[in-house]
């Protein structure tokens, strides 16, 4: 016969699940940087010692947060992805980081982020093995959240490789329940929709949603255009699904920023920025803030546009309009403003765009009007009456952000 104590313990498991994650993180999507797709799983220190995942990394990551002013725009999550540990486990089945690459251990690299006014994330697998082949956490799931609050981690990032995916629904919830027990306020990333999605499961929106506070949806970024592209056509589809269920604690994650590395221009940069504004999403960095020139620097510090991401409603925005095979609206509704993004996705010419607002999907019984700031420009548009047309010409691979308010003068 089972016992009471059994039985509470079963009650208590069944309520947090119900309820979910309520760690109060996450009010308006995270903001920082994240290791992955700039630096992989380099793990040659001897040959490239600037660039090798280690302590070094991430601490002069953390430097440059400070000094150039990133911190102080929001950016505030130091994050390591995988290729941390060491290979195998310890006797006593615990984690530890590589003593090599990681000399001080976590504790330290915490410690050093926390006295900097900054957080440490780290990287972690529902799986047998991480996606690059280290320990995975199956089995070693309570062990390991315990681990990563001893050690002061503020996000986890839990991945999806090497195991059965069907297991996910009821491992992923098992985990933020580890995570809470452990006491200390530790983000939740969740990458199980985006395996689901792969595999054709069927995904349960809400449970993602109220278990985690940011998920994947979508295939790793590269450090291309047409990547971006391809996520961002990606996310048109789902808003639908998943606009619903963000909100502030729970954020749909279309992956890092790729501001400043190879392959984006200026206005690619800007049509990134603006996007992840638009969709409410995590913005993590994944550029090597040493060496970032000041025009990509300049993008990811624009503060109306951050402004636009961290909107406390934490509404997901999504595309209002095609105009033509390359040419989109999407309309976020923030706090009493509307952000409105014309995108060019064309390989041409200037494109230009003719809309009404009501086709926006900006309210037309605003007695007032509206006006209109061009968030990249700083140009400033005065009066426009409800009914107006609103012309715009927009650069191939490139964006417009607009912010649309009720007027103040006609
Ligand atoms: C754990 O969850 C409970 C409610 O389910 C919440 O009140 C508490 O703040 C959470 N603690 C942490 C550390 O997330
Ligand atoms: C990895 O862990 C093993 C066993 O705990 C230990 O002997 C070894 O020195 C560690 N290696 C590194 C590089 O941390
Ligand atoms: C967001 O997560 C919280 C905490 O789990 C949950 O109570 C809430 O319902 C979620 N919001 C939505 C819109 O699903
Ligand atoms: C989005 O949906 C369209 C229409 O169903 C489809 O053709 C396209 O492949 C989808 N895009 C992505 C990236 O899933």
Redesign the pocket.
């Known amino acids: 016969m089972k016992s009471l104590i059994q039985q509470a313990i079963v009650f208590v498991c069944f309520t947090t699940l119900a309820?979910?994650?309520?760690n109060g993180l996450a009010r308006t999507p995270p903001m920082g940087w994240l290791s992955w797709e700039r630096f992989r799983c380099n793990t040659d220190c001897d040959n490239h010692p600037d660039s090798c995942i280690s302590e070094n990394l991430y601490m002069a990551m953390a430097d440059r947060l400070v000094e150039d002013g990133y911190r102080d725009a929001g950016y505030e999550y130091v994050n390591i992805d995988d290729c941390w540990s060491n290979k195998t486990r310890d006797e006593n089945g615990n984690l530890n980081p590589d003593s090599k690459r990681f000399p001080s251990g976590m504790k330290a690299l915490a410690d050093y982020m926390h006295k900097k006014g900054l957080k440490l994330g780290i990287y972690g697998d529902f799986g047998s093995k991480t996606c690059a082949g280290y320990p995975g956490s199956l089995n070693y799931l309570e062990k390991d959240a315990n681990r990563f609050a001893e050690w002061g981690i503020d996000m986890f990032k839990m991945d999806g490789c090497n195991v059965d995916i069907s297991l996910m629904k009821k491992g992923y919830p098992e985990m933020g329940q580890y995570l809470n027990a452990t006491g200390r306020p530790i983000l939740f990333s969740c990458s199980w929709p985006d395996y689901e999605r792969g595999k054709g499961i069927p995904i349960d929106y809400?449970s993602v949603?109220?278990?985690c506070n940011i998920w994947r949806n979508f295939v790793d970024i590269q450090d291309s255009w047409d990547s971006v592209l391809k996520i961002i056509d990606y996310q048109a589809n789902i808003t639908d699904q998943w606009g619903?269920?963000?909100?502030p604690?729970?954020f749909s994650d279309p992956d890092m920023l790729i501001i400043g590395d190879y392959s984006l221009s200026v206005s690619q940069s800007q049509a990134q920025m603006a996007m992840w504004a638009i969709l409410a999403a995590p913005l993590l960095m994944s550029n090597d803030l040493r060496t970032i020139s000041p025009e990509f620097r300049e993008i990811l510090l624009n503060k109306e546009v951050i402004q636009v991401n961290q909107d406390p409603l934490g509404i997901m925005g999504k595309r209002v309009l095609q105009v033509s095979k390359t040419t989109e609206a999407w309309m976020r509704p923030t706090d009493g403003r509307w952000a409105v993004c014309f995108f060019n996705r064309g390989t041409t010419i200037p494109e230009s765009f003719s809309v009404s607002l009501k086709k926006l999907g900006l309210p037309v019984d605003q007695e007032l009007g509206f006006d209109a700031l061009d968030l990249f420009s700083g140009e400033y548009i005065g009066f426009m009456d409800s009914y107006a047309i609103f012309n715009s010409t927009v650069n191939p691979s490139g964006v417009r952000l607009f912010l649309f308010g009720p007027a103040e003068t006609k």
């Open positions: 309820y979910g994650l309520q809400q949603a109220s278990h619903p269920v963000v909100g604690g729970n």
